[in-house]
């Protein structure tokens, strides 16, 4: 009798030890996974910010151009493509400001890109070189601005 119970117990034993280890195994898993998924999205994040970021730079740097051709009296076929190439660069920042808005938990965040979005489309709208020096200076603060507060969403 004595036999059957201590046989009983180790059967029951190995039992709740085997199910402890396989809850516990279960919690790692799924804690594993969550950070796998987390450490996943956080480098989507990353790229979305530095995607959008360089696509402001590039769509900046083209209007800035176009700004001074235009100055300068160039003729309107380079005009007419330095527009074009501004369309194109428009267009790519703003596929880009979209994923910030998809990937960005960040309200304010998104509020800061679009401005940034928004303010560099005025940069060639201007006759004045000192209105058109500071636009290009207060767009950069917006970009630097929207990539330091986009550095600290990332953890």
Known sequence: MEAVA?????????????GVTHRFQLRAVARNERFLRDEKLRQERMDAYCAYAGALVNYRRALVHRWFREQ???????L???QLQGYALRSVAQEALFRVQMLSPDEELVAQAWQAFREI???HKTAD????????????ALITH??????GTLG
């Open 72 to 78: 300068e009296g160039a003729p309107a076929e380079e």
């Open 146 to 151: 929207f990539v330091t507060d986009a550095k």
């Open 6 to 18: 201590a046989s009983v117990i180790a059967v029951v034993g190995t039992l709740l030890g085997a």
């Open 129 to 140: 070189r000192t209105v058109l020096n500071e636009r290009r200076d207060g767009t950069q």
């Open 121 to 123: 489309e005025q940069i």
């Open 80 to 82: 007419a493509e330095k």
